[in-house]
C-alpha cells in the first residue's frame, strides 16, 4: 500500500533531516516547499495545499528556484536528493538556493 503524503509526512521528513529548525524558521519551511514541490510539481498553489503553508513567503523562494533551474515549468529537478552519499547535502542546497543564499553556476 502506497504512503499518504500529506503535511504531516513532509514535516516528518523535515524534522528527522534537521531536529533543529522550528516550523517558523525560513528554512523549515522552504525545505517543506521543496518537498512538497517534489510531490505536486512546481506549483505553489498545489504546494501550499499540499503543506499547509501560505503562499506569500514561497513566491520569492519559487522565483529563485525557477531562476536557478531547479524549477523548470512544472517539473521540479530534486538535484539527486535520494543519493545515498550526498543526498541530504543536495536537498539543503536546493534550500539554500530557495532562500537566495545561493545560485547555480
Keep these: 500500500m502506497a504512503r499518504k503524503i500529506d503535511s504531516r509526512y513532509l514535516r516528518n521528513i523535515v524534522e528527522k533531516s534537521d531536529p ?3 516550523p517558523s524558521d525560513d528554512a523549515y519551511q522552504a525545505a517543506l516547499m521543496l ?3 517534489a510531490h505536486a ?3 505553489i498553489r498545489r504546494v501550499a495545499r499540499l503543506t499547509n503553508q501560505p503562499l506569500k513567503p514561497m513566491f520569492a523562494w ?3 528556484l525557477r531562476k536557478n533551474k531547479v524549477w523548470v515549468g512544472e517539473r521540479t529537478a530534486d538535484s539527486g536528493w535520494g543519493g545515498k552519499e550526498n543526498g541530504d547535502l543536495a536537498f539543503w542546497l536546493d534550500v539554500s538556493i530557495a532562500l ?3 545560485v547555480r553556476a
Design 41 to 43: 510539481g512546481a506549483n
Design 62 to 64: 519559487a522565483r529563485n
Design 35 to 37: 518537498l512538497g514541490g
Design 100 to 102: 537566495g543564499y545561493l
Design 20 to 22: 533543529v529548525l522550528k
